[in-house]
């Protein structure tokens, strides 16, 4: 059975829905993107399955963070680089995937000149939070 629910406090103002396609289309066309197996997934009966979209525009930066689960990160437009306590940077470009690890304090900045654009998916337990402060 799928449940939808709210996100929850975890991301504060976000509503996520059910989007619909407005025309019948045949087969979908599947591009492998990243392909990585990841240690620290939950293994409950219940798991969350999350997709999020974000924007940081030019000097943004996250807060330092942490989290609970692995997070991947696909940059769709501009270059987003991720700072990882005791690991050099990882620069992400448009077309790349990254995945950050589970437990590892970091923070991710747009050092570029135009938007950067991701679509950051994962796996984590029912209502546990997006990130930890670190």
């Given at each position: ?5 709210p996100v929850g406090a975890a991301i504060a103002g976000l509503d996520v829905g059910v989007t619909t ?64 306590e005791g690991l050099p940077p990882v620069r992400v470009g448009a077309g790349e995937v ?37």
């Amino acid at each position: 059975m799928l449940e939808t629910r709210p996100v929850g406090a975890a991301i504060a103002g976000l509503d996520v829905g059910v989007t619909t396609s407005a025309e019948a289309r045949g087969m979908a066309q599947l591009t492998p993107l990243h392909r990585e197996v990841v240690a620290g997934m939950p293994m409950l009966e219940r798991q969350e399955i999350r997709v999020l979209f974000a924007t940081l525009q030019p000097g943004d930066r996250t807060p330092r963070h942490s989290h609970r689960h692995p997070v991947t990160v696909y940059v769709v437009e501009g270059e987003f680089t991720l700072e990882y306590e005791g690991l050099p940077p990882v620069r992400v470009g448009a077309g790349e995937v990254t995945i950050e690890p589970a437990h590892v304090p970091m923070t991710g900045y747009n050092r570029g000149e135009a938007p950067a654009r991701m679509v950051i998916y994962f796996a984590c337990a029912p209502d546990e939070p997006f990130a930890d402060p670190a």
